[in-house]
Nanobody
């Protein structure tokens, strides 16, 4: 099966920066889109940012100007550069990818989540 492995989470101070990485592995032929979601305590999971193979991006209003999503198509990897972090950015961040598998099926896959804590 396809697996998405996330890394880069941790504890940072307000105003700090962090970069998340998500590498997909398995029988992947291509991807249609990859993105990052987050879920804070007591809140619903929300889309943070997404990117297409062609580089088209979109962001939640709450992170525009602070977060940047990028991708390496050859490596099936997506990154999330998070700058000027705020305490309200604290959440579990989940990588998501819509992949076309080697035998032609298309499915969404999720990473296990990585904790980002912004606190002094």
């Amino acid at each position: 099966q396809v697996q998405l492995v996330e890394s880069g989470g941790g504890l940072v101070q307000p105003g700090g920066s962090l970069r998340l990485s998500c590498a997909a592995s398995g029988p992947i032929f291509s991807f249609n889109a990859m993105g990052w979601y987050r879920q804070a305590p007591g809140k619903e999971r929300e889309l943070v940012a997404s990117v297409t193979p062609g580089g088209t991006t979109n962001y939640a209003d709450s992170v525009k100007g602070r977060f940047t999503i990028s991708r390496d198509n050859a490596k099936n990897t997506v990154y999330l550069q998070m700058n000027t972090l705020k305490t309200e950015d604290t959440a579990v961040y989940y990588c998501n990818g819509n992949f076309r598998l080697s035998w032609g099926r298309t499915h969404d896959y999720w990473g296990q989540g990585t904790q980002v804590t912004v606190s002094s």
